[in-house]
């Protein structure tokens, strides 16, 4: 059998070795490498520009990138030359396409949401004109080649799968929807052409009345279609997946439907021109027609572009004509049929060419204007739900001053707050604040359990330890004691809620009284809590007031305590959307948590003991609701909340004590695995202030349960004499793959 060193080496040596070696080496390893290896997330991709520039000499296609602040930023850069961007789409993961021409041939490149840029290869001479991409990430693409009308089907994991296309047919439009179901159009001689892509890739025409060409087509994620054509009167058609032929009935008089869109109840937008005016009207499947934008609006204007979402809130965009110039045009259609015209630039010359809107009514709009000396200018701009007008910043590569247009704009629901902030934060102080408990439990654990070394006192006939007999420094039954604490989480981004940072900091003060076997106690404190939200999206302060009524239990084979946890908390959150917009909120709420933990003490020979034991916290969060503040246009109302999270724990603990001359030192070691699950973090409807589209879905919490390990180490010193104070310090990290905590607490007390 190994001969044990005396105690006293053991301590000075060993035991240090060992502690440093097992204890604490591997936590801290284990600290340093997931902060070393954090990751950094590129903002998402959530809205997408296309045009071209000129810098006097050299054409350049544009692809510009919309994802934090006012700077879209232009991804083909300036290797590309001689050609431009006609048409581009993003869908809701992300993922662009653009097509248009460059470097004196045909040119098409999905987008990926890292900002990456993947050109599709054999592709002919000529140019892409029209684009189109679902959710699937499948697209298809038109356009001109040397030998007539191409179309092909498109994806990123596979080349370009060209369609035949009979002779003599120019197309137009194409849409490919959710569901598969890809439609193009355009005319044949002098007729119109519409047609659906087969499963095996050939056409299969879709007779439609007397018109001259397709101008637009739209699907839903139901495969309807809604499709316009240029006739001798407004034409407009919805299809049903059956290519059964609707008509709407629109006005009978001379013009045009240039632009439709659908949602995916089955109502519309439609616009164009009516005689001189330009039109624009809702129009339902059922055939139900209401004008919205018509001579109202002024002679000579035209609407090119619609957009509606599934709130029936739209935009519709286009241009008015006075004296042969062309003025940029541009409203927002509210539900209820009214419309609030934007503010965009009454230059000497411009147009609104294309338009887009998500669903939580956020919208992007794209043309081009002149300044005062004439020169063509491009032009972008967010649309808030509330009709304000926010200008992007567009610049032409390599010439700033150069001439640009933008002719493609779509943004999607991304671009709409995913999450307002705060998160679980408050329920983390709590967490940090029931950590700082466990220390004074140990720490009164540890006195307890130190009966046998006052037992000793007690029958002593030492003249020093009878003089502690007579000061009465064994077993006293009150004690003050304070806590200041330290936590810093880190989470890492889950579902729609990004990467954020917790840091707390507080204070508790707490008495108690022992009563035999039982200690009864209350507490109370403060803790103050500052989550950052990375990618620029803001932060939030939280103070809170806690109070605490707690008991323990303990005899030779069992130690069992029990807390009930209250308290208020008021929040201060500042959050930004896409780094242009910032909103101020504050609001509070109540925390009520309950703690349970049962363990068993087992002595070992000598001063050792283990302790397996189990623990219990239940943090219920109740949050009042708030309507945020701030200039800007993009406010939220958000409605109250209660959501949970119950951390069990399950592990063991080590202790050691050391007996000295003027007290007692304790070390303790605790290895466990935390599993943390949450409740009720389930996602809850919000709007903007002042915006009329319907309520849309933003996340409170991570529904994510997390599976962690617990290392924890303990320190106290208790001296003989209970004049002084006792001291105890604790350190804990618990670490997962997405979620580390680091908490650190000091304890200070006064028996008597």
């Not at 097992?22 to 340093?32: E, K, M, N, Q």
């Not at 043309?367 to 063509?376: C, K, S």
């Not at 389930?682 to 202030?689: A, E, G, K, L, R």
């Amino acid at each position: 059998m190994l001969q044990l060193r005396s105690l006293e080496n053991y301590i000075k040596f060993d035991y240090v070795k060992w502690v440093f070696r097992y204890l604490l080496a591997p936590p801290v390893w284990l600290a340093l490498t997931f902060i070393v290896q954090q990751e950094l997330h590129a903002a998402k991709i959530v809205g997408l520009l296309g045009g071209e520039s000129y810098n006097g000499s050299v054409y350049y296609p544009y692809a510009g990138v919309l994802s934090q602040g006012l700077n879209p930023n232009n991804v083909l850069g300036d290797s590309i030359v001689n050609g431009g961007i006609s048409n581009s789409a993003l869908n809701q993961a992300g993922l662009g396409l653009v097509g248009g021409a460059g470097n004196g041939e045909a040119y098409a490149a999905f987008i990926l949401p890292s900002n990456q840029v993947v050109p599709l290869s054999d592709l002919p001479i000529g140019s892409i004109t029209r684009v189109s991409l679902n959710n699937l990430g499948n697209g298809v693409i038109s356009g001109l080649s040397g030998s007539g009308q191409y179309l092909a089907l498109v994806s990123l994991a596979a080349v370009p799968a060209q369609i035949p296309v009979p002779t003599g047919i120019t197309m137009h439009a194409v849409s490919i929807g959710n569901s598969g179901r890809t439609l193009v159009g355009g005319n044949l001689s002098s007729a119109s052409y519409l047609a659906e892509i087969s499963s095996s890739g050939t056409l299969i025409p879709i007779t439609l009345p007397a018109t001259s060409f397709v101008t637009s087509i739209s699907i839903n994620n139901t495969g309807t279609a809604l499709v316009s054509a240029n006739s001798t009167d407004l034409y407009a058609a919805f299809v049903d997946i059956d290519n059964n032929i609707t008509p709407v009935n629109l006005p009978v008089a001379s013009g045009a439907i240039d632009a439709v869109s659908i949602n995916n109840f089955n109502n519309g937008l439609v616009a164009g021109y009516k005689g001189d005016y330009s039109y624009a009207a809702f129009v339902a499947a059922n055939g139900n027609v209401s004008e919205i934008l018509g001579a109202s609006v002024g002679g000579g204007s035209v609407f090119s572009s619609v957009s509606i979402n599934n709130a029936n809130a739209g935009l519709v965009g286009g241009y008015s004509v006075s004296a042969g110039a062309h003025y940029p045009l541009a409203f927002l259609v509210l539900p209820n049929g009214q419309t609030i015209s934007l503010d965009v630039p009454q230059t000497f010359s411009g147009e609104i060419d294309s338009v887009s809107i998500n669903q939580a009514g956020i919208g992007l709009i794209g043309g081009f204007t002149t300044d005062a000396n004439a020169n063509t200018l491009n032009y972008g701009a967010l649309i808030a739900p509330n009709g304000t007008v926010v200008p992007l910043t567009i610049y032409t590569v390599p010439d700033p001053n150069g001439v640009i247009g933008i002719s493609s704009a779509t943004i999607i629901d991304a671009a709409t707050p995913q999450s307002f902030g705060a998160y679980a934060s408050a329920v983390y102080s709590q967490l940090a604040a029931a950590s700082a408990l466990e220390t004074h439990f140990i720490k009164m654990n540890v006195k307890v359990n130190s009966n046998t070394a006052s037992l000793a006192l007690m029958a002593s006939t030492d003249p020093c330890q009878a003089m502690q007999r007579e000061r009465g420094d064994i077993n006293p039954q009150n004690v003050f004691w304070a806590v200041p604490i330290f936590n810093y989480v880190h989470v890492q981004s889950q579902n729609y809620i990004p990467t954020y940072d917790n840091t707390v900091g507080g204070i508790l003060l707490g008495y108690d009284r022992t009563m035999g076997n039982f200690l009864v106690g209350a507490g109370f404190g403060y803790a103050f809590n500052y989550a950052a939200y990375q990618q620029g999206l803001g932060h939030s302060k939280i103070d809170e007031e806690l109070g605490c009524l707690y008991m323990i239990y303990h005899n030779d084979y069992v130690r069992t305590n029990a807390a009930i946890w209250g308290g208020g908390y008021q929040l201060r959150n500042e959050r930004h959307m896409l780094a242009i917009a910032t909103s101020y909120g504050k609001t509070h709420g109540w925390i009520l948590s309950p703690h349970l933990e049962v363990a068993f003490p087992i002595g070992i020979k000598g001063h050792y003991r283990v302790e397996p034991f189990a623990m219990f916290d239940w943090v219920n969060n109740w949050q009042h609701s708030y309507a945020e503040t701030g200039s800007s246009a993009f406010n939220l109302i958000l409605g109250s909340l209660y959501n949970s999270l119950l951390q069990s724990e399950i592990g063991i603990r080590f202790y050691e004590q050391v007996q000295k001359q003027n007290g007692v030192f304790t070390f303790e070691q605790k290895f466990c695995y935390v599993n943390q699950v949450p409740f009720n973090v389930n996602s809850i409807s919000t709007y903007f202030v002042g915006g009329a589209a319907s309520a849309f879905p933003i996340a409170t919490g991570s529904s994510v349960v997390q599976n962690l390990g617990d290392v924890q180490i303990f320190g106290s010193y208790f001296p003989n004499n209970t004049r002084y104070p006792y001291i105890a310090l604790m350190a804990e990290a618990m670490l997962g793959f997405s979620y580390q905590s680091y908490f650190a607490s000091l304890e200070l007390g006064k028996r008597f």
